[in-house]
């Protein structure tokens, strides 16, 4: 994983609603490189998927506007592409597995003409050719009778198969740089592991590069080079996968393993949470940390003053002050 092929570089992406300000994406930086799978994990409304529709510019506009950073695409600036050029990277080089494939997917297009309108756009395929394709794309991510099916429309798919539909789609061209947005939310447990499998596969054999965005640890722990910890905005600690979860320090990254069920415990250990709930976006203080009311190590300076990543490890970085009094419930919760 040497070559660079995608740079966010202090990214931010604010929504506005008349006076009100919310800082989804708040100075995001990382680099993600060839055959990657780099995973981004937090609560909901921690700015995962703003940062991921940042990267393609389908944030909403109104209320959404990128506010400033830059997008580096093999050394390229995406958030200074014309719309052409922009439409040009879209589906073909950076493709997107959305979350919500009843609202992505249109109605009264056939499944088939939805995979070959990516393929005819972006390939020199004919249309005979490009329905083949797309009937091999529907049979790789596992949809029953994939012969019939093309020639169907999303109502007439299950929310499972019309979540791997958008799986196909994204698959079609074979893209630089695959962005899953929770892909196997709506599919259950053994076509999850296939699809899982099929994202691999795609991986290794094209040199794809995955951002994954999950609530899954588990999914995370098999698959994920490197591991993003975002909350509020930020990225609150990054690095290496089996880092992340062997030596965590941040106190949130901590709660997020803690909170995980655990087989080998007996029943009476109980579940564990998170205390609280995610902070209201649009009246975060510029100059605290944002898990700071959640923490129970948490002092004056951490609700005056922000804390930034600083390097704890090789490739593995922290925003936190008081992470050196984490080590007992470190021990407690990885061994570590």
Do not use: W
Not at 77 to 94: F, K, P, T, W, Y
Not at 221 to 246: C, H, L, N, Q, S
Request: glycine share 8%; aromatic share 6%; with cysteine.
């Amino acid at each position: 994983m040497e070559e660079k092929i995608l740079e966010v570089q202090h990214l931010k992406t604010y929504f506005y609603n008349g006076t009100s300000e919310l800082r989804a994406v708040d100075d995001l930086s990382y680099t993600l490189h060839k055959g990657e799978c780099m995973a981004i994990i937090g609560e909901s409304g921690s700015g995962k998927s703003v940062s991921a529709l940042s990267i393609l510019r389908l944030v909403p506009y109104p209320p959404g506007l990128i506010m400033g950073g830059k997008i580096l695409y093999h050394g390229r600036d995406l958030l200074e592409m014309n719309d052409a050029e922009i439409q040009a990277v879209r589906g073909s080089q950076i493709s997107m597995i959305f979350q919500e494939p009843s609202a992505a997917l249109n109605p009264v297009m056939t499944v088939g003409d939805q995979i070959c309108e990516n393929l005819l756009t972006h390939t020199d395929m004919k249309k005979d050719e490009a329905m083949k394709r797309a009937v091999e794309l529907l049979d790789e991510v596992g949809i029953p009778n994939p012969e019939q099916r093309v020639n169907q429309y999303p109502f007439e798919f299950s929310g499972g198969m019309q979540q791997r539909s958008m799986i196909a789609m994204a698959m079609a061209c074979n893209p630089d740089i695959l962005i899953c947005d929770e892909p196997t939310t709506a599919l259950d447990v053994t076509v999850q592991a296939q699809v899982l499998e099929q994202l691999n596969k795609l991986r290794q054999t094209h040199g794809t590069a995955l951002i994954f965005i999950t609530h899954n640890l588990g999914v995370v722990a098999r698959y994920a080079d490197t591991v993003k910890i975002m909350y509020g905005g930020k990225i609150v600690e990054d690095g290496p996968t089996r880092e992340i979860f062997g030596n965590p320090h941040h106190p949130y990254t901590l709660g997020l393993i803690r909170a995980v069920p655990r087989l080998d415990l007996p029943r009476s250990h109980g579940l564990h949470t998170i205390e609280g709930e995610p902070p209201d976006m649009s009246r975060i203080p510029p100059n605290c940390c944002a898990f700071a009311n959640r923490c129970k190590y948490a002092t004056d300076e951490c609700r005056n003053r922000r804390p930034e990543l600083q390097a704890v490890g090789e490739n593995h970085h922290c925003a936190c002050f008081h992470m050196d009094q984490l080590d007992e419930e470190r021990k407690e919760v990885c061994g570590a």
